[in-house]
C-alpha cells in the first residue's frame, strides 16, 4: 500500500461547497471526451486508471479500447497468459502495472469470486493496488467518498492552498486530508476526474491556464509555484541491431527475450545488443533517444544480416527468429516496438524516416515476396 486511507470528513471547512460547485460545473461543460468516461463498469474503470498512471489520456485511448476488446471482463483478463496481456500492453511502458492487474484480476476471481470489491480499503488489499487507484475505483464505479489524489491533483491542491512543494507530498498526508475536505459526498467520481483534468488541462506544470481556471478566485497562489526540484536524468548509450532474413513464406527478425530475473522489463522481447567495438558506422540505420524513469537512453541500431551474429553481445537470455506478423502478438519492450515502427518493420509509423523494405508486410505471391517488394 501507498498510505493509509483516509475517510470522508462531513465537517467542511468555509468554502468547500462553493470550490465543488464551481468545479464541477466546469467539468460538466469541458470535460474530454474521454471514453472511460461513459461507463460506471468498474472493471473498464479500473483498467483506466491502471493505464493512466504515469502516462497521458491521449495517449491511452488507443490502448484501452485495444485491450477491453482483447479482455472485455475480469475473467478474460485473469484467465489469460502473461505474454499475452504484455502484449496487448505493449508500448504504453511501466509494465509493472500490466502484471499487477493481471494478478489482481486472478485475486479478485479466486478470493471474491469475481466481484470487484467496493471500497477503496479492500480494494486495496488486492496486490499492486495502491491508494491511489483503489480511491479512484471505488469513487468512480462505486460512488464512495474518498479523495484520489495523482500528480494532477497535487499539483492543483499545492497551488490553491499556496503549500510547500514538497516531492511525494500526497503521501505525507496533508493533501490527502485537504482533498478529503473538498471531495463531494453526491458526485465523488466526477469530483475526482474533475480534479484530475483540471490538473491535466488548466492548472499545468509550467504556463498554468489561471484565466480559465474555475476556482481561481480561491487559489493564493494564481499562477506558476515553486516545485521540488526534479530528479536528474541519466544518459547512456546503447548499440542495438536489426537482423532480418526471409523464410518463405515468412519475413523474420530476431528478437531476444529479457531474462525472468531482470530489473526492469523481465520477460519482454527486445533487440539485440551489438558487441562493443563491433559497431560499423556504414550499417546505421537510425539513432533515437528513448527515456526509461530516470534515464535517458541514446540508441543506434545497425543493420546486420543474417549471417552476422558474431557481431552480437553475448544474449542474457531466450534468442528467436519471429516472423513479422507475429511481432503484434509479442510482449516487446516500448523501444523496442519504436524502432521498428519507425523501421517500417512494423506499420502504425506515417513520419518522415528511414524505411527497410524487408520489414513491409509480405503478400501472397512468392515472386513479390523474393523480389523484396512488399506491400502493406
Not at 466481484?115 to 488489499?125: D, K, V
Not at 479512484?136 to 492552498?161: K, M, W
Not at 515468412?250 to 526492469?264: C, F, G, H, I, T
Request: aromatic share 8%.
Amino acid at each position: 500500500m501507498e498510505g493509509e486511507l483516509s475517510r470522508y470528513n462531513p465537517d467542511m471547512a468555509p468554502g468547500a461547497a462553493e470550490f465543488r460547485r464551481r468545479l464541477l460545473a466546469w467539468f460538466d461543460q469541458c470535460a474530454r471526451d474521454l471514453p472511460w468516461r461513459h461507463t460506471r463498469d468498474p472493471y473498464a474503470v479500473w483498467v483506466s486508471e491502471a493505464m493512466l498512471q504515469q502516462t497521458r489520456a491521449a495517449a491511452v485511448v488507443e490502448y484501452y479500447e485495444r485491450f477491453l476488446r482483447k479482455f472485455p471482463h475480469l475473467a478474460s483478463l485473469a484467465q489469460a497468459d502473461e505474454a499475452e496481456v504484455l502484449a496487448a500492453w505493449s508500448g504504453l511502458g511501466y509494465y509493472r502495472r500490466a502484471r499487477a492487474l493481471h494478478e489482481s484480476a486472478r485475486a479478485v476471481m479466486a478470493e471474491y469470486k469475481g466481484q470487484i470489491p467496493r471500497t477503496a480499503t479492500e480494494l486495496s488489499r488486492l496486490p499492486g493496488i495502491g491508494v491511489y487507484t483503489a480511491a479512484a475505483v471505488a469513487s468512480i464505479a462505486f460512488s464512495e467518498p474518498v479523495a484520489a489524489v495523482d500528480g494532477n491533483v497535487e499539483r492543483v491542491l499545492t497551488r490553491y492552498l499556496g503549500c510547500e512543494p514538497v516531492r511525494g507530498a500526497a503521501r505525507s498526508g496533508h493533501l490527502r486530508q485537504e482533498a478529503m475536505r473538498l471531495v463531494d459526498p453526491k458526485r465523488p467520481g466526477d469530483f475526482n476526474q474533475a480534479m484530475m483534468e483540471l490538473g491535466a488541462t488548466v492548472c499545468l506544470p509550467k504556463g498554468p491556464l489561471c484565466l480559465k481556471c474555475p476556482v481561481h478566485a480561491g487559489c493564493i497562489t494564481r499562477g506558476e509555484h515553486q516545485v521540488a526540484p526534479a530528479q536528474k536524468m541519466l544518459s547512456r548509450k546503447t548499440a542495438l541491431a536489426l537482423l532480418q532474413r526471409k523464410q518463405w513464406p515468412k519475413s523474420e527478425v530476431l528478437l531476444e527475450r529479457r531474462p525472468a530475473d531482470a530489473a526492469q522489463m523481465p520477460r519482454m522481447w527486445e533487440l539485440p545488443r551489438v558487441k562493443e567495438g563491433r559497431e560499423n558506422a556504414d550499417t546505421v540505420l537510425l539513432t533515437v533517444r528513448h527515456a526509461i524513469t530516470n534515464t535517458n537512453y541514446y540508441v543506434t541500431v545497425y543493420g546486420l544480416d543474417a549471417g552476422e551474429r558474431n557481431r552480437l553481445a553475448r544474449p542474457g537470455g531466450e534468442r528467436s527468429w519471429v516472423p513479422l506478423i507475429e511481432l503484434h502478438d509479442r510482449p516487446l519492450t516500448g523501444l523496442t516496438r519504436k524502432i521498428l515502427k519507425r523501421l517500417r518493420v512494423m506499420p502504425g509509423y506515417n513520419g518522415a524516416g528511414p524505411a527497410v523494405a524487408i520489414g513491409e508486410l509480405v503478400r501472397d505471391a512468392k515472386k513479390e515476396f523474393e523480389s523484396g517488394v512488399f506491400g502493406k
